[in-house]
């Protein structure tokens, strides 16, 4: 079983900036993928940010120049780097870690932008 721990939310005035971490306790090169992934209140669960194996990453397109997702191998950590946020990106924002068909969630973490 995989377990993935997120931290880093808060609360934060529009414009500000948060970096979320999310810890894995399986090595990363097992992973094919990972991501990061929001849900707002009554909304669906949408993908914001993903990174391959390779290095190669995808945005949505609503946080794409915003947003950037980054991790370290080494320490089996993965990152969010989230710049001028706004008050629709408040949601709970989850990581996720695919090893072939199989999907691993974080509890999430809880991030809120005031305006």
């Known amino acids: 079983q995989v377990q993935l721990v997120e931290s880093g939310g808060g609360l934060v005035q529009a414009g500000g900036s948060l970096r979320l971490s999310c810890s894995a306790s399986?090595?990363?090169?097992?992973?094919?993928?990972m991501g990061w992934s929001r849900q707002a209140p009554g909304k669906q669960r949408e993908l914001v940010a993903s990174i391959t194996s390779g290095g190669n990453t995808n945005y949505a397109d609503s946080v794409e120049g915003r947003f950037t997702i980054s991790r370290d191998k080494i320490k089996n950590m993965l990152y969010l780097q989230m710049n001028s946020l706004k008050p629709g990106d408040t949601a709970v924002y989850y990581c996720?870690?695919?090893?072939?068909?199989?999907?691993?969630w974080g509890q999430g973490t809880q991030v809120t932008v005031s305006s």
């Open positions: 996720n870690a695919r090893q072939y068909a199989v999907v691993y």
């Open positions: 399986r090595n990363f090169f097992s992973f094919n993928d």
